[in-house]
């Protein structure tokens, strides 16, 4: 599988606590502004031959407690896929999640393939802090890719105090969430943050500020 989407992304490269149902958000929202030192940074290299944007169909649920962000987003991303996904218990247990967190992105992509069928996610590591443009050209493909397959994606983000989404607080977070959409004509990417902080749950970020949330942390796609 790791070679047939390594293939296919060149492809792609080269020829171009509380449930909710289903999340839709109007277009017209706003993007979350990004802190100016993102702002200059290089775009990822176009995927061509690609749809404009794309959005999933999701369960959007708020973590229930303060250390299950990780079996939250899991769950999000499966229910993209699965229209019965577990309880947030049932995959805290699986990962497993402790009073500390879920300590590792790899742990995400193992209970993702199991209950999404075919060993899709891969585990892909950002030790770099800022990222390396190819890393980020590999996020912006596979947040495409994926999307486009209609497989959301689980970002492990490490979140200091001048560089947040929306809501919040002022210090550093340690955090996953869930990527379920994209526009590349604006370059930004649509989150299902299961934190709710502010009453944040589904927003729009710059592809930009998420390439420099995710270091030195990684995501599975």
């Not at 502004?33 to 749809?51: C, I, N, R």
């Not at 590349?184 to 420099?212: C, E, H, R």
């Amino acid at each position: 599988m790791r070679r047939l989407r390594t293939a296919v992304i060149a492809a792609l490269a080269v020829s171009a606590l509380i449930t909710a149902p289903a999340v839709a958000v109007a277009q017209g929202e706003n993007v979350v502004p990004a802190p100016d030192f993102v702002k200059s940074m290089a775009p990822p290299a176009k995927v061509e031959g690609v749809k404009a944007a794309a959005e999933l169909n999701i369960q959007y649920q708020i973590q229930q407690t303060g250390y299950w962000c990780g079996p939250a987003a899991t769950r999000i991303a499966i229910s993209a896929k699965n229209g019965n996904p577990p309880s947030q218990q049932q995959l805290a247990n699986e990962l497993p999640t402790t009073t500390n967190g879920t300590d590792w992105i790899g742990q995400v992509t193992r209970v993702l393939n199991n209950h999404v069928a075919g060993g899709w996610y891969e585990t892909k590591e950002m030790p770099n802090d800022p990222p390396t443009q190819a890393q980020r050209d590999l996020l912006w493909r596979d947040i495409v890719l994926d999307v486009d397959k209609g497989y959301a994606l689980v970002a492990n983000i490490v979140a200091p105090a001048d560089n947040h989404p929306p809501g919040y607080p002022n210090y550093t977070i340690y955090h996953y969430f869930t990527i379920i959409g994209y526009n590349s004509g604006n370059m930004t990417v649509k989150i299902a943050d299961p934190a709710n902080f502010g009453g944040n749950q589904i927003y729009w970020l710059t592809f930009n500020q998420l390439a420099t949330l995710i270091p030195p942390k990684g995501y599975s796609a």
